[in-house]
């Protein structure tokens, strides 16, 4: 299989400069394609060219699926351009992981040959009436004399006009109950149109060109061989294999951010304010700084959050809801910051800045699609007490490998995924143990800050009772999940640095506290401000890669 290098390279040949106006896969394309609620045909046609399926295939299978992180970052060279054509691509990967996980032999087979030849499968999971609670789905599967009969509603399906398979979860038992909900794998040859009726494409403000559809079916008749795993186990295998969505798809994101920075970069940078260009301006410089910060620790997270689904399977349930809540909590606050500093560009449909309206729509979905952010903090809540008194008990500094892009890991085992962590985190673990490293002042006052908000943390946890931890925990409650997200990317960004290789700009502690002090804001909204040499070493590092071709992510890798 060729290296990650070399795929995303031809990747980003294939699918050209995105600033080329005359370039049909570039942002100019891309807005014209989002006028129309739709993706540019020449960037759909470069991503089947490049089979760009096959990245959510296991390698076991064919694909080129072997680790998580290089898909991650593939996907972003497509999230960067257009993130509604690189989110209605990984909608692939949300259907394909619970087959992956809990499906037999033939469907794993069935499903891989589908996406190899650049076909799509959907996920229908959510229902309208229920949200993002799918274990409240109605759609049901009642058992009948040599199958199953299939009737309800499915709303909100990204790809079902264009799907040749679809994942769906259904109720299989006659009472509510952790064990009433079933996965169905079903091929298009078996949605019989005089029993499935399509709804009309839903329309959305954000992620246009994602096509949403919905199904209604009465009384489908499917063979019981369609069940994905053992009936029963729907909301569980969903609860495992999301996990690597709930990570993936919000790291792939970050993207979308690094070319919100970069326009807004050129933007500042070619106009005159006050006699000087406008990037000069302090508050300009700020705002400009604090992103590419934000940038870099999302990042940052990510990788540390991707890397642990190879080497601790085992924290998957915590290491999801809370990169998906940091993540699309960054992202979201940090491109309306850039729309103030873009000012009237920002609402501009035309023009070389014009993709930046798009991206400013297209950033609001993350915050909720696939699972909101506030029910990130309730699948945390439960687990908080275990992970808090682990956490105190046995410090353990997390293991390099967490950390470093160079390392290898073991190969993907959707398997050793659990629906609990049984308070297991590696990376809150290494939190009381980050003092003992060698660390320069500024940083260690810093490191020190999220060391005691972290220790202060853990006492609150000792009170916390079961009562309190339900989905309607208090405001004060769900406040310490939200803090220890944030302990996690604290303690990732200081694996990040403590791994980069010297001469890297991850191995400067001006990035590190620059990262520390960013995160200790979204505890304190009113948080400290970045150190002005630290500042000029963030904008200094920023117009350089912007010059040099280069993205403003961790790899910084070449644009184009």
Known sequence: MIGIESRTDHLEKLLGDPWDARNPAGFAAAVAADEREDTAAAAEAALDDFGLHAEFVPTALGGRLARVDHMVELMRSVYRRDPALGLGRAGQLLAAVNVWTAGSP????????????????????????????IAANAFAAQHVDGGLRLSGRKESIANLDRADALVVLARTGGTDGPRSRSQLFLTADRLDPARVRRLPRFRSVGMRGVRLGGMVVDGLHVPDSVLLGAEGTGVDTA?????????????????????????????????????????????????????????????????????????????????????????????????????????????????????????ARDVKPVAFGHIARAACLSALLPQLPGLLGRSRRDPAPAPDALFSAESELPAVDLTAL?????????????LGTVLDADLPAAVRQR???????????????????????????????RRLAARYTTALAAAACLGVHRTAADGDFLARPEWLVAALTRLSSLDRPSGAPLPTAVEDALIAELTGRDDRGLSFGLNARAYT
């Not at 469907?107 to 229920?130: G, K, P, S, T, V």
């Not at 994101?253 to 406008?278: E, I, K, N, S, W």
């Not at 979201?332 to 873009?342: F, I, K, Y």
């Open 447 to 477: 490191a020190e800050d999220h060391v005691r908000a972290f220790a202060t943390l853990t006492e609150a946890g000792t009170s916390l009772r079961p009562r309190q931890l339900a989905i309607d925990a208090e405001v004060p409650v």
């Open 239 to 359: 609860a495992r294999a999301f996990q690597v969505t709930r990570m993936a798809m919000p790291a792939m994101t970050t993207a979308l951010l690094d070319t919100a920075l970069r326009v807004t970069l050129h933007h500042t940078r070619r106009r005159t304010l006050y006699g000087r260009p406008a990037a000069a301006i302090p508050v300009v410089r700020t705002a400009l700084a604090e992103t590419f910060a934000d940038l870099l620790v999302c990042e940052a997270f990510s990788r540390a959050a991707t890397r642990a689904l190879q080497l601790r399977p085992e924290s998957g349930s915590v290491h999801a809801p809370a990169v998906k809540y940091v993540v699309a909590g960054v992202l979201t606050d940090a491109v309306e910051r850039l729309s103030t500093v873009m000012g009237s560009e920002f609402y501009r449909r035309d023009g070389e800045h014009a993709v930046f309206q798009k991206l």
């Open 418 to 430: 659990r629906s609990v962590s049984g308070g297991r985190d590696c990376l809150a673990a290494s």
């Open 106 to 133: 033939e469907q794993r087979r069935a499903a891989a040959d589908l996406l190899l030849d650049n076909r799509r499968i959907a996920a229908a999971f959510h229902e309208l009436a229920h949200g993002n609670d």
